[in-house]
């Protein structure tokens, strides 16, 4: 069974551009989670979506936002982009959203801002 | 307050010998799921272990066991026979249900872990 797919795994980019990340989480897993990490703020969470609709959100400014498609892939887009965007954004997805679902992550996207 | 506490930022651990790695946590929700995770200098989260705030037994996955104590709210991570693969950063994270925190999973700092041979 694949696993999570994030893609691209490296990025740069330069203040003010804007970008958007891809998830293809695992088959048959409807949840999809955006988790940000920094040396500084450790593992945050942004999003999580399920059947097409944002179901929780994380304290970050609407420049962060997402989206799911129909066949549970999602992207996540940030605009104006400010150097301390430069984080680690991990995508994960689960079977079902209850307190019992392991979440399953994916590799990665390691985003620059020059 | 912190929800998940990881006290250990690093830890030093013979190859073969075992290991715990300490994580607290504080919720009023009754139910809720602890799961731990290890990082690689790669940086993909790998699924380790999960125990739920219901079970009874302590969870086991392989060389992976839990020790949950729910009146000291403690999960404790314990690796036995520390192999030098196991070398990465481990963390523990909560998701309580979706009425108390709409299902996140909070993290700890996390625990460097290294395996020396």
């Known amino acids: 069974k694949a696993g999570v797919t994030q893609t691209p795994r490296y990025l740069i980019k330069t203040r003010g551009q804007q970008v958007t990340l891809s998830c293809s989480p695992i088959?048959?897993?409807?949840?999809v989670s955006w988790y940000q990490q920094t040396p500084g703020q450790g593992l945050q969470f942004l999003f999580e979506?399920?059947?097409?609709?944002?179901?929780n959100k994380g304290n970050f400014p609407g420049r962060f936002s997402g989206r799911q498609f129909s066949n549970s892939r999602s992207e996540m887009n940030v605009s104006t982009l400010e150097l301390g965007d430069s984080a680690l954004y991990l995508c994960?997805?689960?079977?079902?959203?209850?307190?019992?679902?392991?979440?399953?992550f994916g590799d990665g996207t390691r985003l620059s801002i020059l | 307050a912190q929800k998940i506490t990881q006290t250990q930022p690093g830890m030093f651990v013979q190859e073969k010998e075992a290991v715990t790695l300490d994580c607290t946590y504080d919720?009023?929700?009754?139910?809720?799921?602890l799961f731990w995770y290890k990082q690689p200098s790669s940086g993909e989260m790998i699924f380790l272990i999960y125990?739920?705030?219901?079970?009874?037994q302590n969870a086991t996955e392989g060389r992976y066991s839990l020790n949950f104590q729910k009146a000291r709210k403690s999960a404790n991570l314990v690796i036995s026979a520390s192999q030098l693969g196991d070398s990465a950063m481990y963390f523990c994270?909560?998701?309580?249900?979706?009425?108390?925190?709409?299902?996140?999973?909070?993290f700890g700092e996390g625990t460097q872990l290294t395996v020396n041979p």
């Open positions: 994960a997805s689960s079977f079902g959203t209850d307190s019992n679902q392991p979440q399953h």
């Open positions: 088959s048959g897993h409807r949840s």
């Open positions: 979506y399920f059947s097409e609709t944002q179901r």
């Open positions: 919720t009023s929700d009754p139910s809720y799921g």
């Open positions: 125990q739920g705030s219901y079970d009874q």
């Open positions: 994270a909560m998701r309580e249900s979706r009425e108390t925190s709409g299902s996140r999973l909070t």
